[in-house]
């Protein structure tokens, strides 16, 4: 079964995407500032990490640029970023650290948020 990393701020969108991909039947974890979410990255092994751009204590861009920079002993699967409309250089950036992916939070309904998951752990299968 796929285990996922949701790194977000937000408690109710954190909440919302961890009780929509355990439904599905998926192992999840949830971090709710960068320097956790760092953490759980480098010691565990996730199918795939929603990172959100926009975190306390370290940004999504930081851990992107701090994984590249020193990658994690254990073998890591896709990074999502999770963002808002508007922020497309941000967005490049992090697709040049490595991300695989992006979802735009305020855009997507319950079932597309799947669909979009399900394409990403298919591809790193």
Same mark, same amino acid.
């Given at each position: 079964?796929?285990?996922?990393?949701?790194?977000?701020?937000?408690?109710?969108?954190?909440?919302?995407?961890?009780?929509?991909?355990?439904?599905?039947?998926?192992?999840?974890?949830?971090?709710?500032? %960068?320097?956790? %979410?760092?953490?759980? @990255?480098?010691?565990?092994n996730?199918?795939?990490?929603?990172?959100?751009?926009?975190? !306390?204590?370290?940004? *999504?861009? &930081? @851990? $992107?640029?701090? $994984?590249k920079?020193? !990658? !994690?002993?254990?073998?890591?699967?896709?990074?999502?970023?999770?963002?808002?409309? *508007? &922020?497309?250089?941000? @967005?490049?950036?992090?697709?040049?650290?490595?991300?695989? *992916?992006?979802?735009?939070?305020?855009?997507?309904? !319950?079932?597309?948020?799947?669909?979009?998951?399900?394409?990403?752990?298919?591809?790193?299968?």
């Amino acid at each position: 079964m796929a285990k996922i990393l949701i790194v977000e701020d937000d408690q109710f969108l954190r909440e919302f995407y961890q009780e929509l991909l355990q439904a599905e039947g998926y192992l999840v974890d949830v971090a709710a500032d %960068g320097e956790t %979410g760092e953490k759980k @990255i480098r010691q565990d092994n996730f199918n795939l990490i929603l990172l959100d751009i926009m975190l !306390p204590k370290k940004d *999504g861009l &930081q @851990i $992107l640029k701090d $994984l590249k920079a020193k !990658p !994690p002993s254990s073998k890591m699967g896709s990074i999502v970023i999770l963002t808002n409309l *508007g &922020q497309d250089a941000v @967005i490049k950036e992090c697709f040049e650290l490595g991300a695989q *992916g992006f979802l735009i939070k305020s855009a997507l309904n !319950p079932d597309q948020v799947l669909t979009e998951i399900k394409s990403y752990l298919q591809k790193t299968s």
